[in-house]
């Protein structure tokens, strides 16, 4: 699994590069809006009943305040509305790039 080498804030965005020499860039307002948190996607209860997620799902002028390495599995950025509870695992931030490419 590649694992970031390095990242930045560079303006409005959240640049990582990775082990394997891939470059990713995201938007901050992108990333505020794909937190895997279940504040904002909702979790399941035993019953299989959804709750939460029911949130805003843009975030206009959102930034990234701060960000963490969460043991060699993820980040957890901290935004600038007070968000900062989502585990953006690795291996989640690469499927959000690859989603983001355009199709060739």
Same mark, same amino acid.
């Given at each position: 699994?590649?694992?970031? /080498? #390095?990242?930045?804030?560079?303006?409005?965005?959240?640049?990582?590069?990775?082990? &394997?020499?891939?470059? /990713?860039?995201?938007?901050?307002?992108?990333?505020?809006?794909?937190?895997?948190?279940?504040? #904002?996607?909702?979790?399941?209860?035993?019953?299989?009943?959804?709750?939460?997620? &029911?949130?805003?799902? /843009?975030?206009?002028?959102? /930034?990234?305040?701060?960000?963490?390495?969460?043991? #060699? %599995?993820?980040?957890?950025?901290?935004?600038?509305?007070?968000?900062?509870?989502?585990? %953006?695992? %690795?291996?989640?931030?690469?499927?959000?790039?690859?989603?983001?490419?355009?199709?060739?």
């Amino acid at each position: 699994m590649p694992t970031p /080498t #390095n990242i930045q804030l560079i303006g409005l965005e959240v640049a990582i590069a990775w082990s &394997d020499g891939a470059e /990713t860039f995201f938007s901050m307002e992108r990333l505020r809006a794909a937190s895997p948190s279940a504040e #904002n996607i909702g979790e399941r209860d035993i019953l299989g009943q959804l709750h939460g997620g &029911d949130g805003p799902k /843009t975030f206009p002028g959102v /930034t990234v305040r701060h960000w963490e390495q969460v043991g #060699n %599995y993820a980040l957890r950025f901290t935004f600038s509305d007070g968000h900062g509870s989502g585990l %953006y695992s %690795y291996d989640y931030l690469r499927e959000l790039a690859a989603k983001e490419r355009p199709a060739p």
